[in-house]
Antibody, heavy 115, light 106 residues
Framework: EVQLVESGGGLVKPGGSLRLSCAAS????????MNWVRQAPGKGLEWVSS????????YYADSVKGRFTISRDNAKNSLYLQMNSLRAEDTAVYYC????????WGQGTLVTVSS | AIRITQSPSSLSASTGDRVTITCRAS??????LAWYQQKPGKAPKLLIY???TLQSGVPSRFSGSGSGTDFTLTISCLQSEDFATYYC????????FGPGTKVDIK
């Protein structure tokens, strides 16, 4: 069974940093691209970042470019999102999702940026 | 960037109704479009990809059509478990989601 489990969310002050993790199981992690998608409270879905299976290709939404860094460790079946210079508008539930089709999603982890 | 719009933003329907949601891309995206269903407090679920291909395990009352810039999601006979918010997403270029369509009970 495919499972994606996010962790690392929490309350952080504006300008602070946070690192999200996504632990994958039930599939060959190293064969799939992975994505981070977020959802602000009461709002729609927003794609944040994508990384190819071997980390050769990395893409970011303009809203996070230069502040967020996506990475993965295929040996540990894990996906990461390093978030720096956080702003109030980054407050959201952050989901990791598999493949360009987002065919499997984690349960999400809440990031709250507030003073 | 490719902009995605959806209509309507919300609709009220009854169990058994036929429901159609429209998604429009600001430029042609061939068939690189997916549809997701999201229920409150839950992660989205992939329903359809490549505009019309049903994801494994998704009931056949869901169908998708379209190519280029105009797409539709149809629920042929609405069931109680279908009341949710539906999003389309293009993956022709950097991924982008539509704003969503909330389907609630009339």
């Amino acid at each position: 069974e495919v499972q994606l489990v996010e962790s690392g969310g929490g309350l952080v002050k504006p300008g602070g940093s946070l690192r999200l993790s996504c632990a994958a199981s039930g599939f060959t992690f190293s064969s799939y691209s992975m994505n981070w998608v977020r959802q602000a409270p009461g709002k729609g879905l927003e794609w944040v970042s994508s990384i190819s299976s071997s980390s050769s290709y990395i893409y970011y939404a303009d809203s996070v470019k230069g502040r967020f860094t996506i990475s993965r460790d295929n040996a540990k079946n894990s996906l990461y999102l390093q978030m720096n210079s956080l702003r109030a508008e980054d407050t959201a539930v952050y989901y990791c999702a598999r493949d360009h089709l987002n065919d499997y999603w984690g349960q999400g982890t809440l990031v709250t940026v507030s003073s | 960037a490719i902009r995605i719009t959806q209509s309507p933003s919300s609709l009220s329907a009854s169990t058994g109704d036929r429901v159609t949601i429209t998604c429009r891309a600001s430029q042609g995206i061939s068939s690189y479009l997916a549809w997701y269903q999201q229920k409150p407090g839950k992660a989205p679920k992939l329903l359809i990809y490549a505009a019309s291909t049903l994801q494994s395990g998704v009931p056949s009352r869901f169908s998708g059509s379209g190519s280029g810039t105009d797409f539709t999601l149809t629920i042929s006979c609405l069931q109680s478990e279908d009341f949710a918010t539906y999003y389309c997403q293009q993956y022709y270029s950097y991924p982008g989601f539509g704003p969503g369509t909330k389907v609630d009970i009339k």
